[in-house]
């Protein structure tokens, strides 16, 4: 009986917190304003070919940064991000280690990576490409990430208002300094990436 009431109580207050959100699915119905990463659901996940023989992957979390949207024209909006290469990790911790060694990606000198918009392309109702320079390893390169609106509104839980959105893109490891073993270990590098935005407070 008691565990019946708690999953009921907690069916109802679950209920009760979707039902008071109004959530925007059109990105024309979106805030403009600027915003701040919210760090804790954002994280870079990424996949590269290994020998030929499978994908293998891990995840860069704790991306902190500032958007700067506009809705009415987004080839106005702007992207600073800064991502801690130093928290990489993988399911293998002897493979973390490596990938934050001398030889690859040296979290010890370059411990962070950042990525500058330089322009911003609607290319859809909910779509665009943001190129931008991606500074990593020491060097800097011009990038573009193919974005996706996923969706919009007050969080229920902190109620920030809140956009996010999910990016993805292909970078050649070798254009940043990082060739170890390519090509056996494949060169491109693919991203994907979920983005969260609160809105920043007007002061």
């Given at each position: 009986m008691k565990t019946r009431f708690l999953k009921g109580a907690g069916a109802a207050f679950a209920l009760t917190l979707l039902s008071s959100t109004a959530y925007a699915a059109n990105p024309a119905d979106v805030q403009s304003g600027a915003y701040t990463v919210e760090t804790s659901h954002t994280q870079i996940g990424f996949s590269v070919?290994?020998?030929?023989?499978?994908?293998?992957?891990?995840?860069?979390?704790?991306?902190?940064?500032?958007?700067?949207?506009?809705?009415?024209?987004?080839?106005?909006?702007?992207?600073?991000?800064?991502?801690?290469?130093?928290?990489?990790?993988?399911?293998?911790?002897?493979?973390?280690?490596?990938?934050k060694n001398g030889e690859w990606f040296d979290v010890a000198k370059y411990p962070d990576a950042t990525f500058v918009s330089t322009q911003v392309r609607r290319t859809g109702t909910d779509e665009a490409l943001v190129t931008g320079n991606l500074t990593l390893h020491g060097v800097t390169h011009p990038e573009v990430l193919h974005v996706h609106f996923v969706g919009a509104g007050v969080n229920p839980m902190d109620k920030a208002y809140t956009v996010g959105f999910q990016a993805d893109a292909t970078i050649h490891r070798s254009d940043f300094g990082v060739k170890k073993y390519v090509p056996y270990v494949g060169d491109d590098v693919t991203l994907t990436i979920a983005g969260a935005f609160e809105k920043t407070a007007a002061k």
């Open positions: 070919l290994h020998f030929g023989f499978t994908y293998y992957s891990g995840q860069i979390s704790g991306v902190t940064g500032a958007l700067q949207l506009d809705t009415a024209h987004p080839e106005a909006s702007h992207l600073n991000v800064t991502i801690p290469v130093s928290s990489i990790s993988t399911t293998s911790t002897v493979l973390t280690g490596e990938l």
